[in-house]
């Protein structure tokens, strides 16, 4: 599977390093290139300095033959905005996007994209940690 990741933050830098273990084919995209430095020696995957909202940036990174594009930079503008254009632009099918924003998250996942939000599921196990001390007719 061929796989373009944007933003080599920790999250993206981890998934980069396990999909790349599994056998997958792996670009990341960050336009610090110093954020490289997180996926190691062993990763083998491409790197490739730039914005994941910026076409020509994405046709370097050979999206146009990606199974699956991944935005998880820390801008839920910049993450949904390179979603759509890898979907509507170069119509990559399956595409996910972090949004931090619960609201928007919920807009854009009922917009068809996959979204994952931070806030809403570490919220959700907070919550069911609390849960878990709580006497059963007290639970949140």
């Known amino acids: 599977m061929n796989v373009v990741v944007m933003g080599c933050g920790r999250v993206g830098a981890r998934v980069s390093i396990i999909l790349h273990q599994h056998g ?16 190691g020696e062993k990763f083998k995957g491409d790197t490739l300095i ?6 020509d940036v994405l046709r370097r990174a050979n999206i146009e033959s990606a199974d699956v594009f991944i935005a998880v930079t ?6 949904i905005m390179a979603s759509q254009v890898a979907r509507t632009v170069f119509d990559v099918k399956h595409v996910v996007v972090r949004i931090y ?3 928007r998250e919920d807009t854009y996942r ?9 806030t809403t599921t570490i919220s959700a196990l907070i919550i069911d940690l609390i849960n878990d001390v709580l006497p059963d007719d007290e639970e949140l």
């Open 74 to 79: 820390n801008g839920d503008n910049r993450n």
């Open 24 to 39: 997958h084919q792996v670009t990341v995209v960050d336009t610090n290139p110093e954020a490289f430095r997180r996926l």
């Open 50 to 55: 730039g914005t994941g909202i910026d076409e």
């Open 101 to 103: 924003d619960p609201v």
């Open 110 to 118: 009922r917009l068809g994209l996959r979204t994952v939000c931070p």
